[in-house]
């Protein structure tokens, strides 16, 4: 297994992250064609990454975020509005390592978070990898992660996800 970098990398990726955008494409190579984007031109997610590696994701479609109809106390709402609401939304926490490949670009690098909470639970006690690609411009800092997996849609269909954030704070 390769070092973790995360310590020498720190000072760029601590911090609050916001979603700018999310996209599905048909495959991961230079001649991608976009798919979707499932949380169309405004996707509402943050990440949180403490100086000590520890991650907080959260995404959201924002259409399903309307106060809701059955009741005003989202734990007295029927289950069929908490399961629409529930449906729509994504997280996962857990300790992240950071590495970095021999001869790999600058700011490229690949991230395992060790999961132990999460909306889905198949998720818990496992790894979620991501590729990542940090730069900055017109001072502003950026980062890109690709899910190290495939989506795969009922059909068999295979996608690509790419999420860009930029550090908000």
């Known amino acids: 297994m390769p070092q973790n970098v995360w310590p020498q990398a720190k000072d760029k990726l601590a911090g609050g992250w916001k ?9 991961d190579g230079p001649d991608k064609k976009l798919i979707r984007k499932p949380h169309g031109d405004n996707p509402l997610g943050r990440t949180i990454l403490t100086p000590g590696g520890f991650l907080s994701a959260h995404m959201a479609f924002p259409d399903r975020l309307k106060p809701t109809k059955s009741a005003s106390d989202f734990q007295l709402c029927s289950d ?10 994504s997280m996962y926490c857990g ?40 730069w ?3 001072g502003k800092q950026y980062m890109e992660l690709r899910p190290q997996k495939d989506m795969v849609y009922d059909d068999g269909t295979r996608a690509r996800a790419v999420l860009t954030w930029e550090k908000f704070e």
């Open 19 to 27: 979603c700018i955008k999310y996209e599905i494409f048909d495959g």
């Open 95 to 134: 300790q992240v390592e950071l590495f970095k490949d021999p001869g790999s670009a600058e700011g490229e690098y690949w991230w395992e978070t060790t999961v132990v909470i999460a909306t889905d639970p198949n998720r818990i006690g496992g790894k979620q990898v991501r590729k990542l690609q940090y």
């Open 80 to 89: 069929e509005e908490v399961a629409y609401i529930a449906k729509g939304f």
């Open 136 to 138: 900055e411009e017109n």
